[in-house]
């Protein structure tokens, strides 16, 4: 082998890797090698150009494209309604049922803020997207999936809900606040399981193979199982609250 | 949509370099020679002049023998107006330092 080939050989291979819009660079590049004559400099430009072959700009990546814009925007529309919307929520937590935040015997709750935050980031994205994206179907469609959720969440909250304030007389007299808070978790957890669950279902209604993408199906039905068994337990823990009639429950 | 977010120094070198001589079309090495940049930093620039129209490309139609044709360079119309606005705004940067230099030199 001729040493002097190694540095086009290392292009070559490099250039295997280029994108197809991308393919007249990499001719280029090949072609401008073999102009070079002396070793070093082959190696040099070689070296660069394999680099630049490996990880070519991205189109329009030099000035923000389009599609990058589209998402950062909407990424920022929805973290700061689900900020707006939490910062609803905390407020209820923090001045209706907490003395013990308000009094500073406890931390103000940051991390419940925070993850809430992302949980409502994650499920408003796809709405503001097709909201921006001018899709009246995409964003029905969202809309339609998310306000089931959310009325699913509601019927399995609703009769926890009235158990713990018809079974609660400090709650009905008013001398202890009804917890928002705990609720708002309860709720949020069911309306998390029918959106995660919702593509299943409508693959299997719609007679499509559900093993189609297993890693995805496998990250749902983990993250399925981990909301379920976490819903379940939190029932369980609360319920002798629900029932009334316990002293002293939390 | 773009922004309009000012170009590197790198990309202004190579501008100018390409403004030289705007009816010349150039090839890469060429290039790297004249503005003393490396080929992984050149390519990627011309790419992105491409990309956005600044710059136009063409393969050589006259080989020599024994070689492959080289891809050639030169700036459009709207890449020649940049790069003599570009070439504006560095002279009058030049100059305003100066202008801000002078008092200095005179104070000492």
């Known amino acids: 082998m001729n040493t002097n080939d190694l540095p086009q050989r290392l292009l070559d291979a490099a250039i295997r890797w280029m994108p197809a819009e991308r393919s007249e660079w990499g001719a280029a590049m090949l072609a401008e090698l073999a102009q070079l004559q002396h070793p070093t400099t082959r190696w040099q430009f070689a070296w660069g150009c394999a680099r630049v072959a490996l990880f070519p700009p991205r189109r329009g990546g030099f000035f923000m494209n389009d599609r990058m814009k589209h998402w950062r925007i909407t990424i920022g529309i929805a973290t700061l309604f689900s900020l707006l919307l939490n910062g609803v929520f905390m407020f209820l937590a923090l001045f209706s049922d907490n003395p013990e935040v308000q009094s500073g015997k406890a931390p103000i709750p940051f991390l419940d803020f925070f993850r809430n935050w992302l949980i409502l980031t994650f499920i408003f994205t796809p709405i503001v997207s097709g909201l921006r994206a001018g899709k009246p179907m995409l964003m029905k469609h969202w809309l339609t999936t998310f306000g089931a959720a959310a009325l699913f969440g509601l019927l399995l909250t609703a009769p926890f809900a009235f158990m713990e304030y018809w079974n609660n007389p400090v709650i009905r007299s008013g001398e202890f606040s009804f917890p928002f808070t705990l609720f708002y978790a309860l709720w949020l957890m069911p309306t998390l399981i029918f959106l995660a669950a919702t593509p299943i279902v409508r693959r299997l209604r719609a007679g499509e193979s559900i093993l189609a993408h297993p890693i995805a199906l496998l990250l749902r039905v983990g993250f399925l199982a981990f909301v379920i068994i976490g819903w379940v337990n939190f029932l369980r823990d609360q319920m002798p609250c629900f029932l009334g009639g316990v002293p002293d429950c939390d | ?108």
Not at chain 2, 42 to 53: E, K, Q, S
Not at chain 2, 67 to 85: D, F, I, K, V
Not at chain 2, 99 to 107: A, E, F, I, K, Y
Request: charged share 25%.
């Open chain 2, 1 to 108: 949509m773009q922004r309009n977010r000012p170009p590197s120094e790198q990309t202004m070198t190579v501008l100018l370099a390409l403004a030289d001589n705007p009816t010349e079309w150039r090839h890469g090495y060429d290039l790297c020679q004249q503005t003393g940049l490396k080929a992984g930093s050149m390519y990627p620039i011309l790419i992105r002049l491409a990309d956005r129209g600044l710059l136009e490309t063409m393969w050589e139609s006259e080989i020599p023998a024994g070689r492959p044709p080289r891809h050639l360079y030169r700036l459009t119309e709207a890449g020649l107006a940049l790069a003599n606005e570009l070439s504006e705004k560095k002279a009058l940067a030049a100059k305003a330092k100066r202008v801000r230099l002078r008092p200095r030199l005179q104070g000492t």
